[in-house]
């Protein structure tokens, strides 16, 4: 790294696993994140220097696999392949590391330039699931470090190692041979299932253009699978995807699709038990027990509808004197400037300008801890559980349950709450989430609302303002029962959806 002073960072992961977090940490900056899947749903870019060296970091949005089935995917893998980053840092969650090394199976296959953040381990150890990452950075043969994203632990640590795995020369592999580790990753298939990827390889090593552009293992292994995107890529060159079809047609894809997944699952079976220092005690945890309430089919909606008009409720009683104070301190200048500014001036100083910011400020209270309240519940991992209990009521509407994020989403600001929509894999259900989110409050309509309230209904502005947010959810609901009915007719996707665990929230996550 001493001739090249810059380095291009991919931060990657599955959704959940604090990768926002550890970006956050890493550049200073202040993105969005939350303790629920689909918090990043684009790439962002941040940068940072450490050592003399000036590094850009690219967050990329949260998937489980790099398979091209949602928009999410195809962004991280075109990024990962296209672009070429000096490093791929995969953010792994400690406490579901089977889950998290799927995705590892497949970057390894598409980069020779990976490395592993094993983040939570601050939770990991406290359930007795503590991973000896230097035997793990042996097996994988790539660089392992430890961090806890929220207390900013192992930040230098990541970016010694990816300073150090970029100045290695490990990432100048062209990703053209079948069977290094670099390119063809640690899992090995069936003995059917490596014969086909070595005869694919040996028809594809026939295009070099696309081989020096691709790894060929991958591009088998992808073909197998009949990924769409890169059947598309093969059939650029007709004379290749004749010499592929008969090979292909030998193989069921069916088949071969179960035997690479149980392929990955077996090594990562076996790679997890080499490196778990602990194992976890069979028990009901305090989550579940947490679980069996706030999630019941009777009781999850009643306690969502009083929890959100609680949240309002206290953001109007601890915002009233903060409100009060302003407007005193407003007034206190104004008049101030009306008194010792002659003329027109002053009246247009006082009046105009001093009084009209001021009449905009004094809401102010009342949004920071509206805001302030909405990302303690998220963090602590209750909103993704109100997600999983308007699922029922939003799928007989025509809804997905994973509409419930975007419009969750909508209540901060309607443009975040489209771009989450991206999540949602099936194009109708997506477009009707994207018409009735607007009808979410978002947060610039609160000031009107606290106005208005306060004025008319003093005794009770709290409530007033939680039925008009609620009228709201109202209004989109019954707009896309309409809409489902006609415009979009079919069934919903079924909602599938992962629950992460309670937490304590931080102070810097929640501000």
Not at 45 to 55: L, M, P, S
Not at 328 to 339: C, E, K, L, N, R
Not at 403 to 419: K, Q
Request: charged share 20%; glycine share 8%.
């Amino acid at each position: 790294m001493a001739e090249n002073k810059k380095l291009r960072l991919g931060l990657i992961g599955n959704p959940n696993v604090g990768k926002t977090t550890i970006f956050n940490a890493i550049t200073g900056a202040r993105q969005k994140t939350g303790n629920r899947p689909g918090v990043t749903v684009e790439k962002k870019t941040g940068q940072v220097t450490h050592k003399g060296v000036d590094i850009e970091i690219i967050d990329l949005p949260g998937t489980y696999a790099i398979t091209a089935y949602s928009p999410d995917e195809i962004i991280a893998r075109d990024f990962i392949l296209d672009e070429k980053p000096d490093v791929v840092v995969q953010i792994v969650d400690t406490t579901n590391l089977e889950r998290n090394l799927y995705l590892t199976t497949q970057l390894a296959e598409i980069t020779p330039n990976l490395m592993l953040a094993l983040n939570l381990t601050d939770f990991a150890e406290a359930q007795g699931l503590a991973v000896d990452a230097d035997k793990l950075s042996k097996e994988l043969s790539i660089p392992v470090v430890k961090t806890v994203g929220t207390r900013k632990e192992g930040i230098n640590e990541l970016l010694d190692a990816a300073i150090g795995l970029a100045g290695s020369g490990k990432g100048t592999c062209a990703g053209s041979c079948t069977s290094c580790t670099s390119c063809g990753g640690f899992v090995n298939f069936s003995p059917k299932t490596e014969d086909a990827i070595t005869k694919i390889s040996e028809v594809l090593a026939g295009d070099a253009p696309l081989t020096s552009k691709y790894p060929t293992r991958w591009l088998a292994i992808s073909l197998l699978e009949e990924d769409a995107n890169v059947i598309e890529k093969v059939k650029a060159n007709p004379d290749l995807y004749a010499k592929l079809s008969p090979v292909l047609s030998s193989y069921s894809p069916e088949v071969a699709e179960a035997d690479i997944a149980d392929g990955r699952y077996t090594a990562i079976s076996a790679l997890t038990q080499k490196v778990r220092i602990g194992k976890v005690e069979s028990k009901i945890s305090p989550s579940d027990t947490l679980d069996h309430v706030l999630t019941d089919k009777w009781l999850g909606i009643p306690i969502f509808l009083a929890l959100m008009c609680a949240a309002f409720d206290l953001t109007f009683t601890f915002g009233a004197p903060f409100m009060t104070l302003i407007e005193t301190v407003v007034g206190w200048i104004s008049t101030f400037a009306v008194d010792n500014v002659p003329g027109l001036l002053g009246s247009i100083l006082g009046d105009g300008i001093i009084a009209g910011v001021g009449s905009v400020l004094v809401f102010l209270p009342n949004i920071l801890i509206l805001f302030f309240v909405l990302s303690i519940l998220e963090d602590t991992g209750y909103l993704a559980r109100a997600a999983f209990i308007m699922d029922r009521p939003l799928h007989a509407l025509g809804l997905p349950g994973k509409a419930f994020i975007p419009m969750l989403s909508g209540f901060g600001c309607n443009v975040p709450g489209f771009m989450a929509a991206r999540t949602i894999e099936d194009e109708k259900d997506r477009l009707l989430t994207l018409l009735v989110t607007p009808f979410m409050s978002c947060g610039a309509r609160l000031p009107i609302y606290v106005l208005f309230a306060g004025v008319f209904f003093t005794a009770t502005a709290g409530e007033v303002i939680f039925s008009l947010y609620l009228l709201g959810i109202v209004i989109a609901i019954v707009s896309a029962f309409i809409f489902k009915r006609t415009l979009f007719k079919g069934e919903p996707a079924p909602f599938i959806m992962e629950m992460p665990p309670y937490r304590i929230p931080t102070l810097f996550a929640a501000l």
